[in-house]
């Protein structure tokens, strides 16, 4: 059934004069290939083509597709988010404030998912820039190897071929030249922050809990964690690291292994809310009280962090502000409705002291 009003009569809707790829080309003075490429936007077109594309669509009055209904003005400007997971707080939050600053402004917020993987990452990316989006905001840590960084360079560039740009969120920035915005958070000095103030107790024996060193959310924090016993620990600081993976019940028995035997360590400084409550419980369920025997901090300072008993001290990251600065930013460079706005930032982290910190036993 077609989707124009029944009158009961079929065939009596007017025949079509919409023009066509040829009649655009022709008009542009190049080829449908060359049309095509310019409303996919999968393809770099030099920007005086692409103009001439452009006119000629508008001229035209051709309408195919979501890319030429958007140059007429018939669909809400669109930006896209692409996030590595659903799960976990920190990227719920930054998707909110995304999103709270787009519809203020009469944008639409897409989500797309990669489940960290980068062909998946890429497919979505692709997907939104053939549906014109302004911008493409990339959040989470990365493995930041030359594959990543040959990725990223061919999407911004392709990104701002048509208009749009790529935002990096929480993520290093890439070369001087790439067009892309950064807006990131001082991931390292959060760190320092938290082991900083585990020495500052009388810790001297501290467990890092993380992940993959070569990720660049385990990099920062482990590089802060190892600055502030350097430079903090009066030469007396232990460094204890464990690797592990972002899995709750794993963390849990790891724990529960390494204490098996009384606990080498005072303190443990987990990469994350999600990993510090793992090993929080696993630490109670081993019989060793919190902070007596061992204190804890974890970053984030997601919900988990009040949720937990006792209540965790946590490194905070403004993770919505994160999310609604990324995109502001962005659009600073097309949107007047923004004011201009230097195109790599970098927001502070704060520890939030809670109940899961003290000195150790034998301190003083």
Not at 109 to 134: A, I, K, W
Request: charged share 20%; net charge neutral; hydrophobic share 40%.
């Amino acid at each position: 059934m077609d989707d124009s009003v029944s009158t009961g009569i079929r065939g009596t809707e007017p025949p079509s004069s919409r023009a066509t790829v040829k009649e655009v080309a022709s008009l542009a003075g190049v080829s449908a290939t060359t049309v095509s490429r310019v409303l996919a936007g999968n393809y770099p077109v030099a920007r005086g083509t692409r103009q001439r594309v452009m006119n000629a669509v508008q001229e035209l009055n051709y309408v195919v597709n979501s890319h030429a209904r958007a140059l007429r003005g018939l669909e809400t400007p669109q930006v896209g988010f692409v996030l590595a997971s659903v799960l976990g707080q920190p990227f719920a939050d930054a998707v909110m404030g995304a999103e709270r600053e787009a519809a203020r402004h009469g944008y639409v917020c897409m989500v797309g998912f990669s489940d960290h993987d980068p062909q998946r990452e890429l497919t979505v990316v692709q997907s939104m820039r053939e549906r014109s989006v302004r911008a493409v905001i990339l959040i989470g840590g990365v493995v930041d190897d030359k594959a990543y960084r040959k990725r990223m360079v061919e999407i911004a560039h392709g990104l701002d071929q048509v208009g749009s740009r790529l935002v990096l969120c929480g993520r290093p920035p890439l070369a001087p030249n790439v067009p892309a915005t950064v807006v990131e958070y001082d991931n390292e000095g959060g760190a320092y922050a938290a082991t900083g103030h585990l020495l500052s107790q009388g810790h001297r024996r501290i467990l890092y809990l993380g992940g993959d060193p070569g990720h660049t959310t385990t990099a920062g924090r482990l590089a802060g964690y190892r600055r502030a016993l350097a430079t903090l620990g009066g030469g007396q600081a232990e460094e204890i690291v464990e690797r592990v993976t972002f899995n709750r019940i794993t963390v849990y028995e790891r724990m529960r292994r390494l204490v098996a035997d009384g606990p080498a360590f005072t303190a443990v400084f987990a990469e994350t809310d999600l990993l510090a409550t793992a090993a929080l419980n696993a630490l109670l369920d081993s019989g060793l009280q919190v902070p007596c025997d061992v204190s804890v901090v974890g970053y984030d300072d997601s919900q988990l962090a009040s949720d937990v008993r006792p209540k965790l001290t946590s490194v905070r990251v403004p993770y919505e502000e994160l999310g609604r600065l990324a995109l502001s930013t962005a659009l600073s460079l097309r949107d007047d409705r923004f004011q201009p706005a230097e195109q790599h930032q970098v927001l502070g982290t704060s520890l939030v002291l809670r109940d899961t910190v003290g000195p150790p036993r034998d301190f003083g």
